[in-house]
């Protein structure tokens, strides 16, 4: 069965440290791979998605993800963390044929930023 | 407007009501969906429509029942729901179809509460 992976419920960062928020998923294959953000009481916002190419993904935000085959990887990454980045992270991945695109969403990593 | 707009925001009904959520998309796609949010549990998707026909259902019980009259409208009837029916009822549109430009927008959700 199709599925995503989030391991990480909460993450705890000092503001102005890195970020790196886990994501792995099994697929029969290299399906497209996404990641979204959500703030409390809104909608999710995509921060980035790879579909071919680069593995290395630029985003909005400052964010970056990383695509690795090998481990079945799209790790999301963020140099230094502002305070406004603390909301729910989701990271999710569609299989774009067979005519039926309907993404798999992993279960969340909370982001909480400590001053 | 622009973007993916729902309405109300926020609703509170008794297991008796009868009531609709309302989801519009500006965006020209031509596909929509609705997700349950609850505290503490995965993204759950309900339904998916496609070119306005129903492509997706998952297992949802039949006091909720959507409509799609067009390719930017979506409704969600609601009745004699139960207490754990409370969640972030999220609607989200998309194009349909397989490539690069494939994405969703989300609107900010209904946050719904069942007394």
């Known amino acids: 069965a199709q599925s995503v992976t989030q391991p990480d419920i909460h993450i705890t960062v000092s503001e102005g440290a890195s970020l790196e928020l886990r994501c792995n998923y099994s697929?029969?294959?290299?399906?497209?791979l996404f990641w979204y953000v959500q703030s409390p009481g809104q909608g999710l916002q995509l921060l980035l998605k790879y579909f071919s190419g680069d593995t290395l993904v630029q985003g909005i935000k400052g964010f970056e993800a990383e695509f690795k085959r090998s481990q079945s990887s799209f790790n999301l990454r963020k140099p230094s963390v502002h305070w406004s980045d603390a909301a729910e992270y989701f990271c999710a991945v569609v299989l774009l044929s067979g005519g039926s695109y309907i993404p798999t969403f992993g279960r969340g990593t909370s982001l909480i930023v400590h001053p | 407007e622009t973007g993916v707009t729902q309405t109300p925001r926020h609703l509170v009904m008794g297991m008796t009501n009868k009531k609709s959520l309302k989801c519009e998309q500006h965006?020209?796609?031509?596909?929509m969906y609705w997700y349950k949010q609850s505290a503490k549990k995965p993204l759950e998707l309900m339904f998916v429509?496609?070119?306005?026909?129903?492509?997706e259902n998952n297992s949802v019980p039949s006091r909720f029942s959507p409509e799609c009259p067009n390719s930017s409208h979506l409704f969600l009837h609601l009745h004699t729901l139960q207490p754990e029916d409370s969640a972030l009822y999220l609607c989200a549109s998309s194009q349909w179809k397989g490539d690069s430009s494939y994405e969703q927008y989300f609107g900010p959700g209904t946050r719904l509460t069942v007394t």
């Open positions: 965006l020209g796609h031509n596909a």
């Open positions: 429509y496609s070119l306005e026909e129903r492509v």
């Open positions: 697929y029969g294959a290299t399906p497209y």
